[in-house]
T-cell receptor, first 113, second 116 residues
Framework: AQSVAQPEDQVNVAEGNPLTVKCTYS??????LFWYVQYPNRGLQFLLKYITGDNLVKGSYGFEAEFNKSQTSFHLKKPSALVSDSALYFCAVRGFNDYKLSFGAGTTVTVRA | EAGVAQSPRYKIIEKRQSVAFWCNPI?????LYWYQQILGQGPKLLIQ????????DSQLPKDRFSAERLKGVDSTLKIQPAKLEDSAVYLC??????????????FGPGTRLTVL
């Protein structure tokens, strides 16, 4: 069975500082990995995905994520956080031959001015 | 292109009542999902359609939940009768391609259900 762990319920950073949101996964075979962001009273918005190729994936709003197969991780990063990045972030995984997307429990990011 | 549309955005009902949610996918998207997101948790898949056929409904509580996707476009999710534990946000997501493609799921704004 596939699963995702987001070990931190909350991440707090100051505006302008680097932001990292951690994600580890478990899946049979090659993974497809996704990051979504959810603002209050909104649906999930797609940020980026890893399918194959370069381990560093760049996405929307200046976010990027690094796929590390040996550590089964897909951490989300942003070099300089903005107050507007404050939201709930979800990591999700699918197996190569699977169709079901499994989500982590989410990490609440708060960026203080 | 227009996004995934859902209605209503909010619904408050009493337990044992029935409720229905509607989803209109992005034009041309073959695959449609309904998720339940309980406060503090990630979305949990309830049912997946490809066109108008069900791919997976293993997590759907079929004694009270039902869903359909007539003509392979719009979809409705119904709960009858509702229980207190059904209070959640119900998210619809769609994807252009079929089941095992690498395509991205796009989510609607969700319907927040409160059962009193």
């Amino acid at each position: 069975a596939q699963s995702v762990a987001q070990p931190e319920d909350q991440v707090n950073v100051a505006e302008g500082n680097p932001l990292t949101v951690k994600c580890t996964y478990s899946v049979s075979g090659n993974p497809y990995l996704f990051w979504y962001v959810q603002y209050p009273n909104r649906g999930l918005q797609f940020l980026l995905k890893y399918i194959t190729g370069d381990n560093l994936v760049k996405g929307s709003y200046g976010f990027e994520a690094e796929f590390n197969k040996s550590q089964t991780s897909f951490h989300l990063k942003k070099p300089s956080a903005l107050v507007s990045d404050s939201a709930l972030y979800f990591c999700a995984v699918r197996g190569f031959n699977d169709y079901k997307l499994s989500f982590g429990a989410g990490t609440t990011v708060t960026v203080r001015a | 292109e227009a996004g995934v549309a859902q209605s209503p955005r909010y619904k408050i009902i009493e337990k044992r009542q029935s409720v229905a949610f509607w989803c209109n996918p992005i034009s041309g998207h073959a695959t449609l999902y309904w998720y339940q997101q309980i406060l503090g948790q990630g979305p949990k898949l309830l049912i997946q359609f490809q066109n108008n056929g069900v791919v997976d409904d293993s997590q759907l509580p079929k004694d009270r939940f039902s869903a359909e996707r007539l003509k392979g476009v719009d979809s409705t999710l119904k709960i009858q009768p509702a229980k207190l534990e059904d209070s959640a946000v119900y998210l619809c997501a769609t994807r252009r391609e079929g089941a095992v493609s690498t395509d991205t799921q796009y989510f609607g704004p969700g319907t927040r259900l409160t059962v009193l």
